[in-house]
């Protein structure tokens, strides 16, 4: 069940990546200082050491760089839904930029409607958010076509 699956802890940090993502946006951190992005959030350039910054929309689009099939022992909450997949999408703009999450087939869909069989390394992926509560919304990515 989802409403059983844990929630992302959201602080003073984290907060600007979790409200963007209820505005259907993907906003990662740039340093005003000398323009790296990052991610996930933290007070402070990895880069550079500066604390300056603000929040960019990105484009939403990625590739699979990597992904797993978990196997039990799961989380209760994920016990039903194995095998399903986790991705690692990395971000046009910045192929740095790694975020964890899940290929779904519609941003409703429940976790494991993709089999991880069809699932290619490299493949294009555009990024959907999936409303779990009222605060938050995850993002979770949809495969996309290689023609425009
Ligand atoms: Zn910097």
């Known amino acids: 069940m989802v ?3 844990p929630l992302p802890k959201i602080d003073s940090v984290t907060a600007p990546f979790w409200e963007a993502a209820l505005r ?3 906003r990662m951190q740039a340093c005003t200082a000398c323009g790296r992005l990052r991610f996930p959030p ?3 350039c990895p880069n550079c050491q500066s604390l300056e910054h603000e929040w960019r929309l990105m484009s939403g689009r990625g590739t699979v760089w990597s992904f797993v099939v978990p196997h039990p022992p799961l989380l209760p909450a994920f016990m039903p839904l194995a ?3 986790v991705v690692v ?3 046009d703009e910045d192929a740095t930029l790694r975020m964890v999450g899940n290929l779904v087939a519609s941003p409703d869909g429940p976790i494991n409607e993709v089999d991880p069989g069809t699932i290619a390394i490299g493949q294009p ?3 959907v958010f999936q409303r779990v509560a009222d605060d938050v919304a995850l993002p979770r990515w949809i495969a996309v076509e290689d023609a425009p």
């Open 89 to 91: 999408v990395e971000l």
């Open 125 to 127: 992926v555009r990024v």
């Open 3 to 5: 409403a059983a699956a």
């Open 42 to 44: 933290r007070p402070m």
């Open 24 to 26: 259907g946006e993907l």
């Open 83 to 85: 095998p399903f997949n």
